[in-house]
């Protein structure tokens, strides 16, 4: 979901369960303790079409989170085209900060 309405921002991108299941079928697999996949989200936050730069203020400040069995702070940025949606950064999960890449197309 991406919307802009009176210049606030609301964007949630959902994993893939397919992808989810198939990383489950490996009995090592460092995400077996997820039910479900990981979602990102950002809630009414001022947009004005301009990159979104996401640090430790912006988190006090706006609900964003990566969802993954508990809501994950993250950093980095996020970029709106006409196309796509980007954002990369890190995210901290079970207190390991790891990569965080997504492009998603827009409908």
């Not at 936050?45 to 988190?59: C, T």
């Given at each position: 979901?991406?919307s802009?309405?009176?210049?606030?921002?609301?964007?949630?991108?959902?994993?893939?369960d397919?992808?989810?299941?198939?990383l489950?079928?490996?009995?090592?697999?460092?995400w077996?303790?997820?039910?479900?996949?990981?979602?990102?989200?950002?809630?009414?936050v001022?947009?004005?079409?301009?990159?979104?730069?996401?640090?430790h203020?912006?988190?006090?400040q706006?609900?964003?989170a990566?969802y993954?069995?508990?809501?994950?702070?993250?950093?980095?940025?996020?970029?709106?085209t006409?196309?796509?949606i980007?954002?990369?950064?890190?995210?901290?999960i079970?207190?390991?900060?790891?990569?965080?890449v997504i492009?998603?197309?827009?409908?």
């Amino acid at each position: 979901m991406f919307s802009v309405e009176n210049d606030l921002l609301t964007l949630e991108i959902n994993g893939s369960d397919a992808i989810l299941d198939e990383l489950m079928k490996d009995d090592d697999c460092k995400w077996s303790w997820a039910l479900y996949p990981p979602r990102i989200y950002l809630h009414a936050v001022p947009y004005n079409g301009n990159a979104i730069v996401i640090d430790h203020d912006f988190l006090n400040q706006y609900e964003a989170a990566l969802y993954m069995m508990e809501h994950n702070d993250f950093t980095g940025s996020l970029e709106v085209t006409d196309s796509s949606i980007h954002i990369w950064g890190q995210v901290f999960i079970d207190g390991t900060a790891l990569l965080l890449v997504i492009s998603a197309e827009r409908n």
